[in-house]
Each structure stands twice: as C-alpha cells, then as structure tokens.
C-alpha cells in the first residue's frame, strides 16, 4: 500500500493522505540554517547546531506523534470555525490533501470548505532564515472573511538545557516586538549574541509572545483559545514559553488568491554592537531588519526560491544516470544523493529519529559519508576532512565524535573505537580520486585541536596507519577496543549495571578482544595509503605498506577465516564469534562485505564462498541480516549486541548501512546480477508498494528494518541520517554502474545485471563532463572502451588536455 507517488520530473515525492505510518519528513536548508519539517508541518530548526542553537522546540516521542512545527490556522470568522491546512494539529477532514517534498522545500497543500491553502517552506541560499510562502485562494462562489493565524514556539536555545532545566528556565524567557516582528532574545542580555525574529509581509491585527495567552490555560495545539476567539491578546512573554504568533485578517473575493510570507531567522551581532541604544538592553536590529525587509517583498522570495531551485539542479545534475530500472534512476538521479547531503550537513543529530541533542558528527560516520557527497561539494568535502582530522589524538585515534559548532572532540564519548583512524585514510582517499588535489595532504592539521601540534595531513594518514600496528593482539589481528564498526559488538565492556553506556564503560584492559572487521578494513586503507604514497613519490613507504596489507591478509587467512565464512572477531576470552562453534551469532554480514570488498580471498574462492554463505544464512527479502542466529539472550561478553531483542538493530536487524558492502563485494567476483539483486531489497523506492510494512519515507534509505526473527520484519526505522545513504550511492554508481573515480582517473567497469542491454551516464570529473555509454555485448564484465571515437587499451579513461569539456566514452561488455 502506498501513501503518495513520486513525480520525477519535479524531483518530488507527492504525499497524498496526511496520516503516513510515521512522519515522512524533509530537510530545509543546504548551509548553516537548517530544519526537519514532516509531512505536516511538524518540525524544528536550528542554527548549525542542533543541541546548542536550537530555533524553535519541538517534542520527541509525544502522543501524538510530531508536535511542535511551523504551523499555520485558517479561520472563517463568519462561522468561527478553524482548521490547520496542514492537518495538523487541528486535525479535520480536508476535502484535499497533499505534501510534496522537493529539494530544500517542502510545500503543503489542502482545501477546506472552498478555501485552499498551499505553504511552501524553504531557507535562501547565504541566509539565516527560513520562509512560509502561504498562497490562500478562495474557491467558494461568495466572499470569504478569513484570519490566519501563524504560530512557532521557541527554544530556549540549549535543547537539552530546554528539556530539562525548567527551575532557570520558566523565568528567562525574553522577547521584543516592534513593528509587528517578534523578536526572541532569551540569555541575550547576558553572555549570548544572537536572537531569533519571525516577521510577516502583512500588517498585523494582533500578535502573541507568551504561550500560554495564546492556547489558553490546559489547551493543546489543537484547539488555541486566541484562534478559537478569532483574535490574539498581545502578550509579551515574561518568562514561561515564548512563542511567536501573527494574525492577519484576510478578506477574499471568489476565486481571488493573496501570498502572504512568513519570515523566521537567526542573527548574530558583533559584542559590542548588542544593543541600540548601546547603553540599552534593547536588541541591535538593524541586521535583521534589512532582510526581513528583503522577504517581505514577494518578487524577492521568488527569486530565492529559483535560485535554490537552480542549485540543486547543478549540484544532482553532476551524476545523472539512465538505466533500464526506474528505481536505480531516481535513486541516483535525485533522492540518494540528496540524502547523501544531508547527511554532510546534519551528520546523525536532527531527524524524527536523533533528537538533536545526542550526537554531534561522528569522525567514522563523517568520513564514510564523504564517499557519497565528494563529488557534489568537494570544497566543503575539504574543509571537513581538516575539520575531522583536527579532532584526531597524537596516538593516530580519534575523538569518535566532536560538535560542529566548537569543532572540538566530544569528551563525554572520548576514544578508543580502533576502527576510527581508517576511515580518515578511506575518507582522503575518496576525496583525492574524485579531485585529484593532492595539495591537500600538505595541509598542516593540528591533533586535538591543540595549537603548535600541526602536522601535514599526510602525517594524519601515516599515524592512522601505524595506531592498528601498535594494537594488535594475540592472533595478530587488531585489537577492538570499545567497538569497531559496530558500535554494539562492545567487547571490553562487560557491563551488568542499567543505564551504564554500553560505547564508554570498559571493564576489560582490552589486550585481548580482536576484530577480523578492523583487519578488512586495515587491508582496504592500508592499500589506499600505498597508493597515495607512491603518488608522493614515497615508494619505498609505500613498499612497508603493502607488506603490512599482504601479512594482514594472510593473518585473516590464518586466524580469521571459519571454514565457509569470515569470522567475525576473538572475545576477551579469545573465544571466536561468527563461527558455527558458536550456538548464536554464527555469521556475521560486516566480515563478509567488507572483506570481499577489500578484495580478500578473490585469488582463492574464499570471496566467493562467503558471498555464498551469505546468500544462504543471511539473505532474506527485505535485505540481508546481520548476523544470525540471533542472540536470544544478553551475553555479558558481547555487549550492547545482545541487549536488543531479536530482529532490530545491531542484532540480527537488517541494518542497512553494510547491505552495499556485499553488493560490492559481489561486484567484486563479477555477479552483477546478485549485486542488483541485493542492491534492490533495499532500495526504498522499489519498496515504495510495501509502504504499510516499511512504514518510513520511500524516498530515503533507513538504518534498519527489522530482520526476519523480529514480529515486524520488514518494518524500517530510523530514516536519513545513516551511513547506507553513501554506501548505497557509492555501490551502485562506482561498482555496478562501475563509473569509478581513481588516482589516475575515471575507471569504466560495470558489474551490471545480465537483463540489462544498456544504460547511459552523465558524470562530470575533475571539471569535465563525460557521456558515458555502456552496450551488452556478451554476459560478461570485459569492457572494450572508445574514447571520443578511438578505442583504448584497458578501462581507464585517460585525463584529457588541459580545457576539455567534454569526452565521450562508448563501452562495450563483453
Ligand atoms: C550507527 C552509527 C555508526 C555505526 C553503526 C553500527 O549507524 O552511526 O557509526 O557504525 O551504527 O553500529
Ligand atoms: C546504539 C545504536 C547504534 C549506534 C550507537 C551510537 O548503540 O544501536 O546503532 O551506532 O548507539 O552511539
């Protein structure tokens, strides 16, 4: 059953009924304003940072679901009655209903007895703001006496201090009004320097600050006094809950439409230009005043919208593809790489999911993400690379995650998870194929942030490198730490007390358990690092690496191989896990994928035969488990793992994110057709019919779905902010559309189903567009290449001259 469509052409998807599973929302915003909004209006915004410059408030997991949002009431001051056109939070029965979520905008539209409302919502380009464009048109046959209603709540600016901190926080609240605009200044007459505004382009019959004026004592959203009564009081908010509210009287002849835009944004003023008069305590606003005075003219929010229309177009119009399944299309096309940014901007702190508050950008997280975003904004791609590895300790470990507004690592988490450091060497890897800017690893990049510690980036990489060959343990495969990819394989923890962090408590010296995962991985970047050494001209360095990589391979061979699959690691009693000694937790997917796709075990069969065993122990039609059987109890040795009940998350859930590992590592032995097998259980578009079972968007990737031994299999959950968004992007466009950055340049080498006849690309490298297109020959993966007309030897794309726009390249399979 679906609960909308999707139109291609708009880059949309067109939510049809307001009462989806779960809120299906969208993010607004590209640079440093940012929000959720759902399908409903629900939602928040944020200045960067979603813990510490939280804009607005909303509440998590309330009943109902997804309150607190940018909402807007219609009321028909003939009869007093009113309703949300964004069905919530009022609730009524819309004659018409839609949501389209497009790129940075969301608009909501509905009509209700005669009079249609459509909202459209999205940030500028280079500004702080956010806008409600409100189109209000009159479809009744007489005139209609209307009033709007606009309402926000904000917050008190530290979401977390918000939730929690009700003695301070009842009594600081602040605000201003002048010339109809509210203005939020909670903390400003202290140590703060910005407020937040919320204008409207009309003029005003009232306004209301406290929240309580406004919904009257014991109301909910659904049912405001101020809105009920059909006037606001002017409050001023004194403490308590500041909120923002407009009313404007509207009055429509048949079939006549009036916009009216609503303005909210962020300001920070220099300290010593707070206030106006300089010896008042009232806010400087002359900043703020100049763009709310730009968007409350229409012709310049249509101007913003086009413009951010146009940068989305540039940015997804960088790899577009056309295949012969429409799924793979509009993933590529437009809804994967437009989640793979939001994962760049938002890492995993905001969605219906993260509550902003949790996690600032994770440094393996941040890194893996750039696999699928380099491409659009590699300037931004480089200034992250410094920003993460400036959170890297002298050691060659990691802060495991740092705050994006003070940049620094977060102590609360600390370090320690082993497999931190090589997702950097994995992360500059992906950036320098993509743009061939080697000047970046010259770079000089302090170690915890500490000023006088710099460092080329280089050295960033070597020390990365080495941190695992200065942790190995008894098998000479890498020490695990506190977790390695899988942050609940937690095997030093040994936790039996409630509540205790499963990523931070370790009870264990760690001199023990080992993980064949951080072994894969060392062998995959400890290769990239060879390749880029060579590249400096080090081939010497680069020799020791491969040494390393070669003598890893062979431990793993040795030490981390169960006969039919991959294990997974050695506990702290050196006891394996992942091996059919074990009655639970047999197989493991992360070895499985991310050891083929290292390449370990191609020459032998050994790649072939786990793929196999994954095929048929982990495999199921949602997509394939993590492992199995399921742990059915909690194992003290194993950690957060065997804390979730069987089916969901790390415990035998299909957890998305290492999906695209297998489907590599099928590339990888030349199975295209399994690949895009794999690659479509779960793709969220060719899920799109089962969206009753899925539950969340079908037009992003979740985390998870519950896997085959939980009672909702097939149920998806945590959507958006996950690393399946650039594993996705990155397997299907480089290992089955096999279009593939290098060092050297573009690589043509599809792994594509044996169905498919052809298919046709569009990718720009490295500043030149190449049309690509690719013919079935023959079933196999042998590529013959024509590069503008003249056949070449092997798969590489030479770099042409200096100035060239476009190359065409014609690939044969055969
Ligand atoms: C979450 C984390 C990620 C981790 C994964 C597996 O998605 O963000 O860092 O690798 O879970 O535990
Ligand atoms: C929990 C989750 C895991 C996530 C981690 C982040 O352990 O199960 O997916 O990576 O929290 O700290």
Redesign the pocket.
Known sequence: MKYGYFDDQKREYVITRPDTPLPWINYLGCEAYFGIISNTAGGYSFFRDARLRRITRYRYNNAPYDVGGRYIYLRDDSSGEFWSPSWQPTQNKLEEYSCRHGMGYTTISSKYKGIEASTRYFVPLDENVEIWQLNVTNHRPQAAELSVFSIIEFCLWDAQDDSTNFQRNFSIGEVEIEDGVIYHKTEYRERRDHFAFFACSEKIAGYDTQREAFLGPYRGWDNPAAVERGHCSNSVAHGWAPVGSHHVKLSLEPGETRQINFVLGYQENPRDQKFDPPDSQIINKKAAKAVIAKYRVAANVNAAFEKLRLYWNDLLGLCQVDTPDVHTNRMVNIWNAYQCMATFNIS?SASFYESGI??GL?FRDSNQDLLGFVHMVPGRARERIVDLAATQLPTGGAY?QYQPLTKRGNDD?GSGFNDDPHWLIIGVGAYLKETGDWGILDELVPYDNAPGSETPLYEHLQRSFRYTLERLGPHGLPLIGRADW???LNLNCFSDSPGQ???TTTNKDGKVAESVFIAGLFVLAGSELAEIARHRGLAAEAATYLAEVAKMDATIHKHGWDGEWFLRAYDDFSRKIGSKENVEGKIYIETQGFCTLAGIGLEDGLAAKALESTRKLLATEHGIVLQQPAYSKYYLEYG??SS?PPGY??NAGI?CHNNPWVVIGETRVGNGDAAHDYYTRINPSAREEISDIHRCEPYVYA??IAGRDAPTFGEAK?SWLTGTAAWNYYAITQWILGIRTSYEGLLIAPVIPKSWRSFKARRKFRGVTYQIEVQRAGDGNKVCLEVNGAPIQGNLVPLPPAGTKIVVVKATLR
Do not use: P, T
């Open positions: 995993r949790g996690r994770g495991h988490v899988n942050d609940c962090s499963f990523q957060e793992i979730y998350k790390e957890f985390q998870m945590n």
